[in-house]
């Protein structure tokens, strides 16, 4: 079982500053799988800078340009929460480039599946707009990358980040090649991700949206992988299967409300795993999201290579939720949401 991953110290140069999304992120991850050996395991993917072409499957070129422009210029934000700083353009260049290398790597044999440990994080960002963090968008430029380059006729993306992916919808919403699963809290930043929109066109049915209320854990999160996301998964029969990993919906990150253990992230990802086994040769590339508080994202991101690697055991330090939230009843919600997408 060959497991890759994408690292390059030029992540760490996007520089935020004091922002909850900084490069002490990275650090984390890199100095645990260091520290408990699991590094050693794991095959590495050199990145490389993402060309404008590529850049433009999923972006404006005036707004690429912009990014490029702000860089330059030594930085600033461009809205409330999402900054540029001098590095940040060749940083996001080497972002998108790093999922697309792991895409590669995947598709081309040289490893089975690969996580991108990648920053700025990617799935807000839209055709013209930086935002929630994000400058462009990683995964779905990588997905149209595959969908052009290998000629790829479905690609599953499961997006588990706290936040919805909009970034991520959009680009895909009317492209019925790719099926996009979105676990979120709702209501919650960004606002998007009804159960309602289901894209359009002849991409109606390609979006699916698991809206979940504050207070979902484990338990919940299972229940909807098991009811929606793998029936879903197995009715679409992905070729390649992408996940947008973001690990804000812990229990101890205090960006959001939900309560997810690093057991159930581990959880998660060995359903995921069972997917790629199950449907596309074990074919899987996961990319960094959001996360922000250091040991849970250092203890879930090897808690998934783990389960990539086909460990039986994980380490969870941080244990259960407190549950300083009761747990929402979403019975109603998943029925719902199987009616929509005639989900037996
Ligand atoms: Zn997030």
Request: a negative charge.
């Given at each position: 079982m060959k497991v890759g991953y994408v690292y390059d110290p030029i992540y760490l140069k996007h520089d935020t500053g004091q922002h909850v999304e900084n490069a002490k992120r990275l650090k984390a991850i890199i100095s645990h799988l260091e520290k408990t050996g699991l590094k050693q395991q794991l095959i590495p993917i050199r990145p490389r800078a993402a060309a404008i072409e590529e850049l433009s499957l999923v972006h404006d070129e005036q707004y690429i340009s912009h990014?490029?422009?702000?860089?330059?210029?030594?930085?600033?934000?461009?809205?409330?929460?999402?900054?540029?700083?001098?590095?940040?353009?060749e940083a996001a260049l080497y972002a998108a480039g790093g999922v697309i290398r792991a895409t590669e790597a995947?598709?081309?044999?040289?490893?089975?599946?690969?996580?991108?440990?990648?920053?700025?994080?990617?799935?807000?960002?839209?055709?013209?707009?930086?935002m929630g963090f994000c400058l462009f968008n990683n995964l779905a430029i990588a997905t149209k990358c595959a969908l052009a380059n290998y000629k790829l006729e479905r690609i599953l993306i499961v997006d588990f980040d706290v936040h919805h992916g909009n970034g991520t919808q959009a680009a895909f919403y009317g492209n019925p090649r790719v099926l996009y699963i979105s676990t979120h809290e709702y209501p919650f930043y960004p606002g998007t991700g009804s159960i309602e929109e289901t894209g359009s066109g002849i991409a109606e049915g390609t979006t699916i949206n698991i809206p979940?209320?504050?207070g979902g854990g484990d338990a919940e999160y299972l229940e909807v992988f098991e009811q929606i996301i793998v029936p879903a998964a197995i009715r679409f029969r992905p070729q390649l299967i992408l996940v947008s990993a973001g690990y804000d919906s812990h229990w101890a990150d205090e960006l959001a409300l939900m309560q997810v253990s690093v057991t159930g992230f581990a959880q998660m990802v060995k359903i995921i795993k069972g997917l790629g086994d199950?449907?596309?040769?074990?074919r899987l590339v996961f990319s960094l999201e959001?996360?922000?508080?250091?040991?849970?994202?250092?203890?879930?991101?090897?808690?998934?290579?783990?389960m990539l690697l086909?460990?039986?055991?994980?380490e969870d330090p941080l244990g259960q939720s407190p549950r300083r939230l009761e747990a929402p009843n979403i019975t109603l919600l998943?029925?719902?949401?199987?009616?929509?997408?005639?989900l037996a």
């Open positions: 990014i490029r422009d702000v860089a330059q210029k030594g930085g600033g934000w461009l809205d409330a929460d999402t900054g540029v700083s001098a590095d940040s353009y995947v598709m081309n044999g040289e490893v089975s599946s690969a996580f991108a440990l990648v920053r700025p994080p990617g799935h807000h960002a839209t055709y013209e707009r930086a979940l209320p504050a199950e449907l596309c040769d074990g959001g996360g922000y508080n250091l040991r849970v994202l250092a203890a879930s991101v090897k808690a998934t290579f783990d086909g460990n039986t055991t994980i998943i029925k719902k949401i199987k009616e929509i997408h005639n």
